[in-house]
């Protein structure tokens, strides 16, 4: 299975000024950003550079690694992320019904909308390419 690539300022949560930072480092995609920063080394010198707080930098390497599985896309990534999942490895090791409720909760509590959850088997694909993706 094929990963995704998306533009770097289409991640959620990335301002303007935060993608042109990421450019002129030469990263304007997700794909360079996870291949700028395959290593704890590299994503600590790539911080520095950017003058970021490195959590800063992890969050958006987490979207760009959830936003490689097509049915996530950028569009799902952030909510995946802030159920709590961080990773194609770790959403593999989900159980699709309980991120679901997770999700569901999410909802809820901060929106009291149920009706934006996204459906069971949405969750459920997202789990499944993730497993292809990390086999």
Not at 23 to 30: D, P
Request: a positive charge; glycine letters at 6%.
């Amino acid at each position: 299975m094929a990963s995704c690539n998306w533009a770097i300022a289409d991640l959620p949560g990335l301002s303007d000024e935060q993608a042109k930072l990421l450019q002129t480092q030469g990263i304007r995609t997700t794909h360079q950003l996870l291949i700028a920063t395959q290593t704890p080394q590299q994503e600590h010198e790539l911080a520095a550079k950017l003058q970021l707080h490195p959590q800063y930098l992890a969050k958006w390497i987490a979207l760009a690694d959830l936003a490689r599985l097509s049915s996530v896309g950028v569009a799902h990534c952030g909510l995946i992320l802030h159920g709590g999942v961080a990773s194609v490895d770790q959403l593999a090791q989900t159980s699709f019904s309980r991120l679901h409720q997770s999700l569901t909760g999410l909802h809820v509590a901060n929106m009291r909308r149920r009706d934006l959850v996204p459906p069971i088997a949405l969750v459920k694909q997202w789990v499944m390419e993730a497993k292809q993706l990390s086999a």
